[in-house]
């Protein structure tokens, strides 16, 4: 017996919804869309129909200043690459945790991850907010399934205008616009059930000519109810598929984690909207101002540059042979004076208006944060390597706070990762990890350690089932060349000091006590066990130096040596 929770009158309904949802953030899509244009330099100016330069003004300047900030803040995001580490919250979960670390860059990498972060960056730059999308993807890898990961065109995305967090949105909305003749080769009973289409998403304006005729509009729809979440797909007022009508799921939902698979990375948040400004939205004005001043300055020298003159109707100049550069001679018949032929006067524009320009290039420049300091040019003066260091640390800060708030987004895409491992891999699968010491390896994995745990006996009582919980840290990949070099420097410092000398590792830990760099903590356990083992072969070797004088007092130091251990 079919379940038919989901029937034509809930999609008309969902449809209402969609509507109001696509007109509610019809402000946010429009401001979108002028930010990729303003990216594209092309602004209301250049929709216009250009006319030739000189002729009658139709010049305008479009200089690259607010293309160069946003170029530059995304290197900054790709510099700063993350990398999980997986962290556990029990000492039981500590082996799956060390797996987890290793094969999650590998699923994201099969993603083609790199990719996609690099793409949603541009998209957080450009108009202020990237969009990943975490889902289970049934037909990967030949049918066993797999999590797919991507960016997603925030255009074709609708929430309930208002809410900040897009969890707290009654429904969310997912449209494509799909071939109809590949949307019926993938579903052949939809042949004559497809109604005319009455929903289009919003798009960009692209450089190609994109028709929508001959496509429709495919619907995804998510939702909770009862604590669950829900999903639909439908097309043409078609359902295709829904959660609540598959007697598999309808009780249990689509993802046990019960979250939208959707996370926003917002650039500079906003009150009332997932979404945040971009670059563009922050330096229209200055770069505007730029492109005007700069359009002013190419019409005065053209016009400087290219002599007018008047010429009086009944004057007898052969202007065939005096607009002939080449043409030594220009014969004038009768008599010629100033009231026959004038040159048009030229003002040239003085130094203050350069001043002008310079300034608002650098109200750009230090509203953007990309100051000169940023992108590597130092003022004379300023020579020590520290000083330049603490000046570019100091200028780097905005980009590093973009980063992190990526970061914290990029912890919720994995956290996603990790519940659809919880709840899909419940087959074994092989991935190729990097080992301790940088040597592949290949592991089999499955959810066994991830689903919920037997806590055994005691005193008599079941103690229930334990879920295993991890803790995600963030972790730079990739780091710059200044970054590189001082730990290479450090490393040999330390060297050079004595510090990784077994025999002196009581005094090295005391000293890296005080001290803060990357990977500090590991530093200090590797030195820390030498220790140990040094400790043990010096305990060793003056046991067997005894055993050779008194084996008595060597038995009872060894006895010691044992009960110190077992302690």
């Known amino acids: 017996m079919e379940n038919n929770v989901i029937t034509q009158e809930t999609i008309a309904g969902w449809m209402e919804i969609l509507k109001a949802y696509h007109a509610g953030l019809a402000k946010t899509k429009a401001r979108i869309v002028a930010s990729e244009n303003w990216w594209k330099l092309r602004n209301t100016a250049q929709e216009r129909q250009e006319t030739a330069l000189g002729r009658d003004g139709g010049f305008v300047s479009r200089s690259g200043w607010l293309h160069n900030v946003i170029v530059s803040k995304h290197a900054d995001a790709m510099e700063d690459y993350p990398e999980p580490v997986i962290l556990p919250r029990e000492p039981s979960d500590q082996a799956v945790a060390r797996m987890l670390t290793a094969i999650v860059p590998c699923v994201l990498e099969q993603n083609q991850f790199e990719e996609v972060y690099s793409d949603v960056m541009w998209q957080k730059m450009k108009f202020g907010t990237g969009v990943y999308k975490v889902v289970w993807d049934p037909g990967k890898l030949g049918g066993l399934g797999d999590i797919r990961v991507e960016k997603v065109n925030i255009l074709n995305l609708y929430w309930e205008p208002g809410v900040t967090d897009i969890q707290k949105s009654r429904y969310f909305f997912h449209a494509e616009l799909v071939s109809r003749e590949q949307l019926l080769e993938q579903f052949p009973e939809l042949e004559g059930q497809l109604k005319a289409e009455v929903f289009t998403p919003v798009k960009f304006l692209y450089d190609d000519s994109v028709s929508a005729s001959g496509k429709v509009a495919v619907i995804e729809v998510y939702y909770h109810k009862g604590g669950l979440l829900h999903y639909a797909k439908f097309a043409g007022g078609v359902l295709l598929y829904a959660t609540e009508n598959d007697p598999e799921l309808c009780c249990r939902g689509l993802y046990d984690h019960g979250r939208y698979p ?4 917002a650039l500079f948040p906003i009150e009332g909207s997932p979404c945040g400004y971009g670059y563009v939205d922050v330096c229209r004005s200055p770069q505007t101002e ?29 202007e065939e042979e005096f607009l002939d550069l080449s043409n030594p001679i220009v ?41 000169e300091t940023a992108t590597g040019n130092i003022s004379s003066g300023v020579t020590a390597a520290s000083a330049i260091a603490a000046l570019q640390e100091a200028s780097g800060k905005g980009s590093r706070d973009s980063c992190r708030g990526s970061y914290r987004v990029y912890r919720r895409v994995v956290g996603l990762c990790l519940e659809l491992m919880r709840q899909f891999y419940d087959a074994p699968r ?19 350690g991830l689903v919920a745990q037997s806590q055994g006996m005691a005193f008599g009582l079941d103690m229930g089932m334990r879920l295993p919980v991890f803790d995600i840290r963030i972790e730079a990949q990739r780091k710059n060349a200044y970054s590189r070099l001082s730990q290479n420097e450090l490393a040999v410092q330390f060297f050079q000091l004595g510090f990784f000398d077994p025999a002196r ?34 305990a060793a070797q003056a046991v067997q130096a005894v055993q050779l004088t008194a084996p008595e007092t060597a038995q009872m130091m060894a006895a010691r040596q044992g009960a110190h251990a077992a302690r």
């Not at 007018?308 to 100049?317: N, Q, T, V």
């Open 505 to 538: 590792a009581e005094q090295a830990l005391a000293c890296m006590q005080m001290m803060d760099f990357d990977g500090k903590d590991e530093l200090m356990q590797r030195i820390a066990a030498g220790g140990q083992r040094f400790q043990a072969v010096q």
């Open 331 to 371: 014969h004038v018949a009768g008599t010629l004076d100033e009231t026959a032929l004038r040159q048009v006067s030229h003002t040239s524009l003085d130094g203050s208006y350069i001043q002008v320009l310079r300034d608002a290039v650098d109200e750009l420049r230090e509203t953007s944060g990309n100051t």
């Open 290 to 318: 730029i492109d005007l001043l700069k359009t002013s300055f190419v019409r005065n020298a053209m016009v400087g540059s290219t002599p007018r003159y008047f010429a009086r109707s009944d004057g007898k100049i052969n």
């Open 262 to 265: 959707y996370e926003f990375d």
């Open 430 to 448: 092989s991935f190729r990890i990097l080992g301790e010491l940088g040597e592949g390896a290949f592991v089999s994995f499955d959810n066994a």
